[in-house]
């Protein structure tokens, strides 16, 4: 693909986001910036965080992966039904009620001070480690089809991609997010609908049922898997995917920073439904891409490469036609930086309002230097951390992802649950020691649980043993009383 084509679309495309920001964040305040004064409509939340979930690595990772576990991760976003339907009738009434900026400070009520900080410590870990991965694997084939070709290293281009998430969010903060969101989804999803379209018509396949019947009739279409032992049981999955549906979008200060910015909590409900139902026939269309994908590849006797993540880019820019590999571009940004425009967002909200406490401490003009020097922090960061990725990883994005959320959201799982369904009080300054143990004894046991548990293998429910484990470590260190 032509790189000077490549960077007209980026540039059109960032002037585009550039000028939603200057009209979203003209007289805005602090909490404009945290809050979006609450005036957010719901319909736009809903749609805009279908972008967020999704991110660049349901873009490249999800397609690629059908090669390597067939339609298997499906079980997984089935489980998400379960998740958000939890998340509408159990964690968004309470923040509502409490009226909450950060939903961490529910553990300050609830339980206390060091429990409050180890909560929002662990989304902290978890998002920033999350999120820089994520954006890696975009950065990685933005590096691909148009730095390398500019003679760009990839230490530039990072800090490029990362200095323009920056420049489009420090101002308006979540207000800016929740549109620039809502555009960067459309983007997303028209990408992914018209490149299976266009396969389509390169395979000769002329109607839905057509397509439908290709892609069911592929043996990669598999959706359920039976057998106990495996990573990928149906029940593991599923059961899995609703948890993980439960910490990362329920216990995620990113996330329901958005749900908190509509205007009531019948609103964010009405959100939160139709964002389950867009959601799951979103992912089903991407997991019927990467059918699509291999058979392409197929077709052609095209090689597959070392990594499924780059399936889907090798195809894009260098077998496609032009205006698909223009597609795939917008579909990649789009996917990018709906998520990582979000999560800095909300980092630099938790870290202002649950550790450095601005709304308390600080007037409305120190409040805005402060959050915007932790605003940059936050920036380099994610830039050094992107770094990190880019020598370290070496398996399926969309693997690793779900890893670091089994490990560092397992302590909120195990936090949030006890508060909720218990009426006990802990020994608050226990807490933080708990939150380091129970990832260590379940990194332990799923390590060697092949060896010990009849040939079990854990997969994504390891975050189920993570919150089981640190609940049970709160209930032995109950206070008596």
């Known amino acids: 693909m032509n790189s000077q084509v490549v960077l007209l679309i980026i540039s059109v495309y960032f002037l585009v986001l550039f000028l939603i920001s200057y009209f979203t964040s003209r007289k805005v305040t602090s909490e404009t910036f945290f809050t979006g004064d609450r005036q957010s409509p719901w319909f736009l939340v809903a749609f805009g965080m279908i972008g967020a979930s999704l991110s660049g690595v349901t873009f490249i990772s999800v397609p690629g992966e059908v090669g390597n576990t067939n339609f298997y991760y499906f079980q997984v976003v089935l489980g998400y039904i379960l998740g958000y339907f939890t998340i509408a009738k159990v964690l968004l009434p309470l923040y509502y009620r409490l009226n909450l900026i950060s939903i961490y400070s529910y553990l300050e009520d609830r339980f206390g001070f060091w429990s409050y900080k180890t909560g929002a410590f662990f989304f902290i870990l978890s998002r920033a480690l999350g999120s820089s991965l994520r954006l890696y694997l975009v950065a990685s084939v933005l590096q691909l089809i148009l730095f390398d070709s500019l003679g760009i290293p990839f230490w530039v281009s990072v800090l490029i991609t990362v200095g323009l998430i920056w420049l489009y969010t420090y101002k308006g903060g979540i207000k800016t997010v929740v549109w620039t969101d809502t555009l960067q989804t459309a983007f997303m999803l028209g990408a992914v609908i018209i490149t299976i379209v266009l396969i389509g018509q390169d395979l000769g396949i002329k109607s839905l049922g057509e397509y439908i019947s290709t892609v069911a009739q592929d043996s990669r279409s598999e959706i359920f898997n039976w057998d106990w032992k495996a990573g990928t049981n149906f029940f593991k999955q599923f059961v899995s995917g609703a948890f993980i549906t439960i910490v ?17 909590l019948g609103d964010a409900q009405k959100n939160m439904f139709w964002f389950t139902i867009i959601l799951v026939i979103v992912n089903l269309l991407f997991l019927s891409l990467g059918v699509m994908l291999y058979l392409y590849a197929e077709s052609k006797g095209i090689a597959l490469p070392g990594k499924s993540d780059e399936l889907f880019p090798l195809l894009a820019t260098q077998h496609f036609s032009a205006f698909a590999g223009i597609v795939f571009v917008l579909g990649i940004i789009a996917a990018a930086y709906s998520s990582a425009d979000s999560t800095l967002t909300a980092l630099t909200t938790s870290f202002c309002i649950d ?6 401490k600080y007037g409305p003009e120190q409040r805005v230097k402060i959050r915007q020097k932790v605003h940059v922090a936050f920036t380099g960061l994610f830039y050094l951390l992107i770094l990190s990725f ?3 990883n070496d398996q399926s994005v969309i693997n690793s992802v779900f890893v670091i959320a089994g490990y560092t959201y397992g302590p909120l799982l195990g936090l949030y649950s006890f508060g909720l369904f218990t009426q006990l009080k802990v020994k608050d300054r226990v807490v933080p020691f708990l939150a380091v143990v129970s990832p260590l004894l379940t990194y332990l046991i799923s390590q060697n649980s092949e060896r010990l548990l009849w040939g079990y293998k854990f997969g994504f429910e390891a975050l189920i043993l993570n919150g089981l484990l640190m609940f049970l470590g709160l209930y032995l260190f109950r206070k008596k009383s």
């Open 248 to 264: 990362m979008t329920g216990l995620d200060q990113d996330m329901m920073q958005k749900n908190l910015t509509c205007k009531n």
């Open 355 to 360: 550790f450095l406490e601005v709304e308390k």
């Open 390 to 392: 880019y020598w370290l």
